[in-house]
């Protein structure tokens, strides 16, 4: 999950997942968002594409660029030691 503004975009594994998420919780999970954080998000769900890509809009796949830009090293040497961990960029 990554909240962005007042999006609150969930990423799935598959088509399936998604469509099934939003028909069945996304009012419960706007609902628990909003009463945890006293802020009504709007609820945006991805999947990651076939090859285990995500496929997101450029604009936003800019403003997650920035944000690990604007890590600290340490903050930033975390991330990459759990995208090392979990295998989702070798190059890292």
């Known amino acids: 999950m990554v909240k962005d503004g007042d999006t609150l ?3 799935v594994e598959n088509e399936f997942v998604r469509d ?3 028909m069945n919780y996304t009012t419960l999970i706007k609902e628990t968002f909003s ?3 006293k802020e ?3 609820i945006k769900l991805t999947c990651v594409g076939k ?3 995500i496929s997101l809009p450029f604009d936003r796949v800019a403003d997650i660029l920035n944000d690990i830009n604007n890590l600290s090293p340490k903050e930033r040497e975390r991330l990459f030691d759990i ?3 979990k295998g989702l ?3 890292v």
């Open 89 to 91: 960029n070798d190059k």
């Open 35 to 37: 009463e945890l954080t």
């Open 83 to 85: 995208l090392r961990k």
């Open 20 to 22: 099934w998420l939003e």
């Open 40 to 42: 009504v998000p709007e």
């Open 9 to 11: 975009l969930i990423i």
């Open 51 to 53: 090859k285990g890509k």
